[in-house]
């Protein structure tokens, strides 16, 4: 089933005084299946960071439609997005974004706190999602008294305390050791196999091998996919770091 449907996705920035444009996005177009595991790719300035934006409903496109679950975000209003976000969106930043005056376990209720959710339901949801993500006896401690993994594992419980469409991850890696690293992409795998749809935007070819698909982003378009199909792991980071290669050296593929 369809849950995700970008749609030649436009983006432009013009600076104050208009009188210089940058093209962020030219003519993005993809869809993800409910229950893909998709990662993006692409080098600085390509576009990625601006199309994870427009997705998370933080920026509006200059052009095109994004249609999640059957809903087109030109449909929702300005004072409704953040509700929309809450109900429909997991977020997991690269610099985790959790609240150290916060415990563990409170940083995690946040979303549910913010939707108005009763204790009953959050402590119900809460417990499950912690020891799957084995943080269930960190829950009383604050974000400084814990590791960088345990703190993404945190950010990831948060995510999808509030049962979201679609988790959308920021270079979740990006700040841990290779140890901690591993750790989150099994997970990543794991809950990606439970059901969960997951985007993640990534520099990392290690990181990228573990989804089920990449999307290249160059120059604002879609420059070429790889479906991991049968691959192993192994044959999977190889032919990322070939269409990586590819795309420096300037060559041409095809999405």
């Known amino acids: 089933m369809e849950l995700l449907e970008v749609r030649h996705l436009k983006k432009t920035y013009t600076n104050r005084f208009g009188t210089n444009q940058v093209q962020a996005l030219r003519d993005v177009s993809f869809t993800i299946e409910e229950g893909e595991f998709t990662a993006v790719m692409g080098e600085s300035g390509s576009g990625k960071?601006?199309?994870?934006?427009?997705l998370a409903s933080f920026d509006r496109p200059t052009g095109g439609e994004i249609i999640l679950n059957g809903l087109s975000f030109?449909?929702?209003?300005?004072?409704?997005?953040?509700?929309?976000?809450?109900?429909?969106?997991?977020?997991?930043?690269?610099?985790?974004?959790?609240?150290?005056?916060?415990?563990?376990?409170d940083n995690i209720f946040l979303p549910?706190?913010?939707?108005?959710?009763?204790?009953?339901?959050?402590?119900?949801?809460?417990?499950?999602?912690?020891k799957v993500l084995r943080i269930d006896d960190l829950m009383e401690k604050f974000p400084y008294e814990i590791s960088g993994g345990?703190?993404?594992?945190?950010?990831?419980?948060?995510?999808?305390?509030?049962?979201?469409?679609?988790?959308?991850?920021?270079?979740?890696?990006?700040?841990?050791?290779?140890?901690a690293s591993n750790e989150l992409l099994n997970m990543f795998e794991q809950i990606n196999r439970a059901g969960q749809t997951i985007l993640m935007v990534t520099h990392s070819t290690k990181a990228a091998s573990h989804a089920g698909r990449v999307l290249f982003i160059k120059d604002g378009i879609v420059y070429h996919q790889i479906y991991r199909g049968d691959k192993s792991r192994e044959e999977m980071f190889k032919s990322i770091s070939e269409t990586l290669t590819v795309?420096?050296?300037?060559?041409?593929?095809?999405?």
Do not use: C, H, W
């Open 150 to 179: 345990q703190k993404q594992r945190t950010a990831i419980a948060r995510a999808l305390i509030t049962e979201p469409r679609l988790v959308l991850a920021d270079e979740p890696t990006g700040a841990l050791d290779s140890r």
């Open 247 to 255: 795309m420096a050296s300037g060559g041409k593929t095809y999405a």
């Open 74 to 105: 030109q449909n929702i209003r300005e004072k409704d997005l953040a509700s929309y976000r809450r109900k429909n969106l997991g977020f997991v930043f690269q610099d985790f974004n959790l609240l150290d005056t916060l415990s563990v376990k």
């Open 49 to 54: 960071t601006t199309l994870l934006n427009l």
């Open 112 to 130: 549910l706190v913010l939707a108005g959710a009763k204790p009953e339901e959050m402590k119900k949801r809460v417990m499950p999602l912690a």
